[in-house]
């Protein structure tokens, strides 16, 4: 690789203080900082190319802490309902999608939220049978946690009407008790098992057309959850190394599905083993489900259907076993919990079987949606990182706020407050559930509120600086991956990876300016990986 040298940049430093406009790279590490001139008399005689950023602003390549890359692939290709406005919008586009698919071939769509219609309404299995009868048909939920499907679906997973519901799951049904095609939680396995799997070269696809989008969109790395869909350690590792070998420049950080945890013994996997490219984190595990489902865990019930409190995934019993069993491979627990009953139970576990201070990678809470205050002090004493996501703001509220009601506020979506207790706290998009591109989450982390709202934001007194939410995306997802002295800000020593926008950001100016602003290039260990 030949030395670079980026020059004529306005380079993000967190005080304010850089004067620089220059970096000299070698060997993918930054090997010199200031300003043009000073840098080109340093490097008199040695050979090196120049890239001019023209001004641009540079800030430390952005780097998102919670995402299912495969997935996001694959939705690429998939019928997307996140713009669909009304019940009547879906049908539309599923109507228009079944006339052009070969009769019996799966129609799979994601990404519908009811919270977004005017009436609140979704389809019946009625009305997916009505489009169509030859198709089976599998939408899935924006959380991820809910799905529906049409009479051809619940055949071929042999769901009939005297189905009984599974441990942590159910099937929807009406008043009379029949089905209506809702799905919850682990009641979507059986229609899992008879769909269609990727091959590995669909899989592949997917996973390098997800790269280059997030390359466009100014990522540099992703810490993501795609064993389940490779299916194995050895073609997650297999797929990702002839990737880059094909000169994909995207860093990845695994977290590791904790089914998988006999094969990772067998394997040798480590945390923190891999390289620069492609690094193995923490083990993933599901404590309860989603809020807009009304599976998320809660210690009371929902304000707005007091007949429940939420699903667990897991026993405390099987938690234990869960962590205990990483614990004793040496691994880490990165745990989804989006409950106040959720994010409690595991702290109970995670206090009778605490992560070593001194070990290589945190333990990490994703998602902290809804947490009591009691909790947040017992979790400030672990060995634990905590995985934002600034843009479900955008998307859960205001009507999140009837599901929990005015006694549940305190640490709803507190990101403010989470910073404030001194853990390392990362920001992600946990697309394909939400748009992959940061510059919304940064948006969403300052306005809390959506792209076009005209108010204060909700809960306004949680509002990040730019500083604070660039952050996130920086040095916090760094510290949560074990890499802040390789990554996360522009240092002497670090990786040349830099995301290059096209106009200055700064504390205090409008959140919206970010709806503005455009990638201008994408640059990981000195390659440039995307260019306008």
């Known amino acids: 690789m030949q030395p670079v040298l980026f020059t004529n940049g306005v380079l993000f430093s967190p005080d304010n203080a850089s004067t620089a406009d220059s970096i000299y790279v070698e060997d993918g590490i930054i090997r010199a900082i200031g300003n043009a001139a000073e840098l080109r008399l340093q490097l008199a005689g040695k050979p090196y ?87 089976p048909v599998y939408l899935t939920r924006t959380c991820f946690h809910a799905f529906l499907g049409n009479s051809e679906a619940f055949r071929r997973a042999g769901i009939t009407e005297n189905s009984l519901d599974p441990e942590a799951g159910a099937f929807g049904r009406d008043a009379d008790g029949r089905l209506n095609g809702c799905i919850y939680e682990n009641a979507s396995v059986p229609f899992a098992k008879v769909q269609p799997e990727p091959d590995p070269s669909m899989i592949k696809s997917a996973m390098r057309e997800a790269c280059r989008d997030a390359l466009r969109l100014g990522l540099t790395a992703a810490h993501t959850e795609d064993l389940r869909l490779f299916g194995g350690v050895g073609a997650m590792q297999r797929i990702h190394r002839e990737l880059r070998e094909e000169g994909v420049p995207f860093r990845t950080h695994q977290l590791m599905y904790h089914e998988y945890l006999d094969e990772m013994a067998a394997l040798g996997v480590k945390p923190g083993s891999g390289h620069e490219w492609d690094r193995i984190g923490a083990v993933k595990l599901f404590v309860d489900g989603s809020v807009g489902g009304r599976t998320a865990l809660l210690k009371e019930p929902y304000s707005d259907a007091q007949h429940t409190h939420g699903m667990a995934m897991h026993s405390r019993r099987e938690l234990e076993e869960i962590v205990g069993k990483a614990r004793k491979q040496g691994f880490p627990v990165a745990f989804h919990a989006i409950g106040d009953g959720a994010a409690a139970l595991m702290t109970d576990v995670l206090e009778k079987l605490p992560l070593r201070m001194d070990a290589q990678l945190p333990d990490r809470f994703i998602h902290a949606q809804i947490v009591q205050p009691d909790t947040v002090e017992r979790m400030s004493k672990l060995n634990l990182a905590v995985d934002l996501q600034p843009r479900f703001v955008a998307s859960d509220f205001p009507w999140v706020m009837d599901r929990v009601g005015p006694d549940r506020t305190s640490y709803l979506y507190a990101w403010k407050k989470w910073l404030q207790t001194g853990l390392p706290c990362s920001g992600g998009s946990d697309a394909p559930i939400e748009p992959l591109d940061p510059l919304l ?92």
Not at 80 to 96: G, H, N, Q, V
Not at 97 to 103: E, H, L, Q
Not at 480 to 488: C, F, I, K, P
């Open 49 to 135: 190319r120049t890239v001019d950023w023209d001004g641009a602003f540079v800030v430390p390549g952005l780097v998102d802490a919670h995402v299912h890359l495969g997935m996001h692939g694959l939705k690429l290709g998939m019928l997307d309902f996140t713009e669909a406005a009304s019940k009547e919008e879906m049908l539309s586009m599923l109507r228009e999608r079944a006339a052009v698919t070969p009769s019996g071939e799966w129609i799979m769509g994601l990404n519908w939220n009811e919270n977004n219609f005017a009436d609140h309404m979704i389809p019946s299995m009625q009305e997916l049978d009505a489009i169509t009868s030859d198709h």
């Open 441 to 532: 989450g940064i948006h969403a982390a300052m306005a809390r509120c959506r792209p076009g709202e005209d108010h204060k934001g909700y809960l306004p007194e949680e509002k990040l600086s730019f500083t604070e939410a660039i952050g996130l995306f920086t040095l916090g997802s760094a510290r949560a991956a074990g890499e802040a002295a390789q990554r996360g800000s522009i240092e002497i020593g670090k990786y040349a990876d830099f995301t290059v926008l096209n106009r200055r950001l700064y504390d205090g100016m409008d959140p919206d300016e970010l709806l503005k602003t455009k990638i201008r290039m994408t640059i990981v260990n000195g390659e440039i990986g995307y260019s306008e």
